[in-house]
T-cell receptor, first 108, second 117 residues
Framework: QQPVQSPQAVILREGEDAVINCSSS?????VHWYRQKHGEAPVFLMI?????EQKGHEKISASFNEKKQQSSLYLTASQLSYSGTYFC?????????FGKGTLLTVNP | DVKVTQSSRYLVKRTGEKVFLECVQD?????MFWYRQDPGLGLRLIYF???????EKGDIPEGYSVSREKKERFSLILESASTNQTSMYLC????????????????FGQGTRLTVV
């Protein structure tokens, strides 16, 4: 089963903040976050591990609530380059599945 | 520069044909994945493999099979293509990591847009 993401879409003005949520009915050992720009392949943003450790490559933060099986991605002071579709997914037991995605549009 | 290469960007096949989609990675990754992407449905996992000759069904394996004879290559096979298999297909790979229970940062290929007519 795919994890559930919310909202499905969000429109921001440059400089505004956004939160994208991800929940799963299955036990999460790690949560992955990726961003896909239009016409391009998804690109890794971050992994959150059970126990709180985060591994990421960009200045985007996230949280992982193990009890609720939920993760949230925080985009602060959004830039035009943040536009794209964001996918979350549990990565465990060699398997990586994704939600339906959240389309983020940042306007000038 | 890390690379996941899919053999074709665009492919048009006829209904009933056997179709092979090839994916090669040059990062010595143990894990490989095949997804299909359709508007509004996100990325859906078809099959994955964590070792040579090992394969596991994902969420939507019906109508597909896979082959992993070499570590760097993971092939997706449509035994008898149908119009409802028209889609964007994405291959990905990741390193195996025991701490993360197997899945580290995944790298994606550019995708193959398959049209079945």
């Amino acid at each position: 089963q795919q994890p559930v993401q919310s909202p499905q879409a969000v429109i921001l003005r440059e400089g505004e903040d956004a939160v994208i949520n991800c929940s799963s009915s299955k036990a999460l050992y790690s949560v992955h976050w990726y961003r896909q720009k239009h016409g391009e392949a998804p690109v890794f943003l971050m992994i959150l591990l059970k126990g709180g450790e985060q591994k990421g490559h960009e200045k985007i933060s996230a949280s992982f609530n193990e009890k609720k099986q939920q993760s949230s991605l925080y985009l602060t002071a959004s830039q035009l380059s943040y536009s794209g579709t964001y996918f979350c997914g549990p990565g465990s037991n060699y398997k990586l599945t994704f939600g339906k995605g959240t389309l983020l549009t940042v306007n000038p | 520069d890390v690379k996941v290469t899919q053999s074709s960007r665009y492919l048009v096949k006829r209904t009933g044909e056997k179709v092979f989609l090839e994916c090669v990675q040059d990062m010595d990754h143990e894990n490989m994945f095949w997804y299909r992407q359709d508007p509004g449905l996100g990325l859906r996992l078809i099959y994955f493999s964590y070792d040579v000759k090992m394969k596991e069904k994902g969420d939507i394996p019906e109508g597909y099979s896979v082959s992993r004879e070499k570590k760097e290559r993971f092939s997706l096979i449509l035994e008898s293509a149908s119009t409802n298999q028209t889609s964007m297909y994405l291959c990905a790979s990741s390193k195996l990591d025991g701490h993360l229970r197997g899945v580290t940062e995944a790298f994606f290929g550019q995708g193959t847009r398959l049209t079945v007519v």
